[in-house]
């Protein structure tokens, strides 16, 4: 099994054939823009960064800790810095859909940065990914496009502060929609944060 180590985010978009992030820490891409690609041989990921992926239209699926993740709907899926993810040969890059790419750096001096170590949904341990509801759909994808905007306008004083503030109600909401998936499945452990999440 070949194994991927990316360890910034300008070798993720080196590998994917895209042109330099905007910024070193942080980017948001549509999986609109990306080149088609498939994956030929049984692949090992590891990213040194967050992640936080909104998949849509994707015949493939990931093995993340001990789940398979079919992503045929729109989900949502988070990765924590280190986690591995394995991709099965012939895997496709979903149809559409939304890939954050974000490196714990970017945060720091930001209250972000203390409480996105809380999320139990980056957790290896997480059992399933958020699939969203189609009024869900609609807010994240809001969210996702204005930060994508602001991605691609030029880097002021205000940039990191306008992108963290985005990214926390992208959190916000996922912790939220996360806490509904649970209700809705009768799920006895419906908190998502710090250690009493055991989901």
């Known amino acids: 099994m070949e194994t991927i180590h990316v360890k910034s985010i300008a070798q993720s978009h080196q590998l994917l054939k895209l042109e330099k992030p905007k910024h070193p820490l942080f980017s948001i891409m549509r999986f609109e823009e990306m080149p088609h690609t498939e994956v030929p041989d049984k692949t090992k990921l590891i990213f040194d960064y967050y992640q936080i992926v909104f998949k849509k239209n994707c015949p493939s699926k990931l093995q993340y800790g001990q789940t398979i993740y079919d992503f045929d709907e729109g989900v949502m899926s988070y990765f924590a810095p280190k986690q591995v993810s394995i991709v099965d040969p012939g895997a496709l890059f979903p149809v559409s859909g939304w890939v954050i790419q974000l490196h714990p750096d970017f945060l720091r001096g930001y209250e972000l940065d203390k409480k996105i170590k ?23 994808e809001q969210i996702l496009q204005q930060l994508h905007k602001e991605y691609h306008l030029p880097i002021d004083k205000f940039s990191q502060d306008v992108v963290v503030a985005n990214l926390e109600l992208v959190l916000t909401y996922s912790n939220r929609y996360y806490n509904r998936q649970f209700i809705v499945r009768k799920v006895v452990n419906d908190t998502l944060l710090g250690n009493s999440s055991n989901c």
């Open 118 to 140: 809380e999320y139990g949904f980056f957790e290896y341990a997480a059992n399933e990914a958020l699939i969203l509801s189609e009024d869900e759909e609609k807010t994240m």
